[in-house]
């Protein structure tokens, strides 16, 4: 049953994926619209069909049954053979032989375009169909089934509103007022953002093209102006985020597309082959193209449902987690003074402005004494401590450190030691004691661990620790943007955050008995007895499950998803899938736990918006966020006590001996563990 519910859905997922939505019922409805033009929707149907058998055939049904292009191009093909041909023993044939061929030519395109990270759009689906035009000319048994390609009834209205609509059909090959504002209607229902780039894209290039060529009223009826419906939803909000940046990159797009469009309509008239998707296409690779390869920052990595969805994991994430790649933990322990920190006052300029010098400061003085010989100072000779994760890639320790106040100005980086993190990044660490680095080339080291001591070589007046994070692995490379994942100052907990000069900061401490007491396998479960007002209400059960993707949750009775993750250094929960459950609370009460032993400390945490708002707020939020992503931002603080987190929420016990939460508390709520 399972396997029939999954291929009905595959089977309508290609409706709703031609635009950018991934789901079910949509395609259903999409299906449905498709019959307004009966030999569209048959010859759709049959190519799909056809796709499937083949595939089967090949037996690659796992490959198109995950992949939803590799059915919406021949369905694109199917469509757009009934719309120029009646269904007949001939077109039949047809989408026959070009579904199978659309199904390999795909495969095919996203091997080769996968390598670039880039991808195939509907462009098998306009290159084949382009050669079917061709050839059909040939055969006049097809010929004599050429039908008139509108749908059977429309109604009247405005030109201004009808180009659009009608453009917003003929995506689907139904180029009619009642298809349009139907399937406009659709999108809007799943996802504001896309209708609302379809009505920016179809009207700023209505305007470029109506300047371009003088009038107006024959932009709108440009039968390939939705085209620039398609630039603009996927450059603003599927392929890119939809950010104010990605919104001008849009328009850039559109107006390139109409340009496009005219040229390419030119160049095929003489054939009598339509344009299609071709400038959409173009335009979209290319920019992806572009973009990849200079490592643009708003790129969306991992495409949902929606753009709104999308928006919303990537705020999330950036929030809670940071917006910087690079994340590197504090060289040493204790607790240090930033001294010169980026685009500093001496050293730290121009391409070298990414990089934190640190020393420690005991009554405001870097040494004791008068501080004339390095032993004077307190960091000289402390530890040097990972911090990465990785492989040491290259390392110099046999210069002298610097008598105090002279500088080594042949060799500026002094002793060092360069690791290459798991992540891909290199750190540098400079300025070491002549002879204590404690590793060698090769080695891998894990973070926090003990590497070198402190010193005063190179170019540095007084000991102290310099560190750096680069993208090439010698001596010397030009510094890149990051944070630091952790760090104490004060009594607050900070999370991948940048430090400015006079900061104090003090190194965290992990404590790997809270991390085992929360490290989660596979068919785990947790038994609660729910009580309010201090009786006893319900039993809950919370079971440790895996998706294909092996990330875990916990699920309940419900079948509600609460996604966690652990990192060795923190627990955290990440995302949400269900109704209003025990689980969701428990996000909201505790959304990451530190493992730290160390009480009376505070941290801040960012919640989804989901989590706390409305769906009609959340909606909201995740509109205009477009325009100011700190609208976004909900954030709460939380205090940790010995072996348990508060907030004003609430409150949630780790269990002592065994793995799990003891005891959850909010209003008058408690889940009290039972086993």
Known sequence: MDRYNNLLFNILKPYSAILFLNNKFAGLVMLCITFLNPSVALSG?????????????????????????????????????????????????????????????????????????????????????????LASLKYSGLLSTLVNNATSFDIEIPLLLSGFFKSFGMIFFLPSNIAGILIFLLVLYHSRHIAIMAVVGYYFGILVHSYLIGSFD?????????????????????????????????????????????????????????????????????????????????????????????????????????????????????????????????????KYRYAYDFVQKKDEKNYQNEGLYAQDYYCFGASVLAPVSGYVVDIRQDLVDNIIGEVDRVNNWGNYIIIKSDLGFFVEISHLMQYSIGVNIGDYVKVNAVIAKCGNSGYSPEPHIHIQVQDIGVIGGFTREFAFSEYIQGNELIFNSKLAKDDLVSAVVHDRSISSRLLFILDDQFLYDIYKDNEKIATEKFIVKMNSYGEFYFQDKSSNKLYFYNDLQQFYFYKYEGKESYLKNLFILLPRIPFINKAGVFYVDYLPAYLVKSKLETMFIELFSIFNKNLYKVSKRYYLKKKSVVSHEGEVHFEVQKKGFKLIKYNNIELRRVS
């Open 218 to 350: 024959i932009a709108l009826h440009d039968a390939y102006a939705f085209n620039y419906i398609l630039v603009a939803i996927a450059l603003c909000g599927i392929f890119l985020l939809p950010t104010i940046r990605n919104f001008i990159l849009a328009l850039i797009g559109v107006a390139i597309s109409v340009v496009l469009t005219d040229a390419i309509a030119i160049l095929f008239n003489y054939y009598a082959i339509p344009v299609f998707t071709i400038p959409f296409n173009l335009t979209v690779i290319v920019f992806i193209f572009i973009l990849s390869i200079t490592y643009y920052k708003e790129f969306n990595l991992h495409i949902k449902s929606t753009p709104e969805e999308s928006l919303s994991s990537y705020l999330s994430e950036i929030f809670r987690f940071g917006e910087l790649y690079a994340k590197v933990s504090l060289p040493f322990s204790g607790e240090w003074v930033v001294y010169q920190g980026e685009d500093g006052e001496w050293t730290h300029k121009g």
């Open 45 to 133: 149907i049959a190519a799909v069909v056809f796709t499937i058998l083949f595939a089967e055939f090949l037996k690659l049904q796992e490959i198109y049954l995950s992949q939803g292009f590799y059915i919406y191009n021949s369905l694109l093909v199917g469509m757009g053979i009934g719309y120029i041909f009646h269904p007949s023993l001939i077109s039949i044939a047809l989408i026959a032989i070009s579904s199978a061929f659309t199904f390999m030519f795909s495969f095919m395109l996203n091997r080769l375009f996968s390598v670039y990270k880039i991808p195939i759009l509907s462009l098998p689906f306009s290159i084949v169909t382009m050669f079917l035009y």
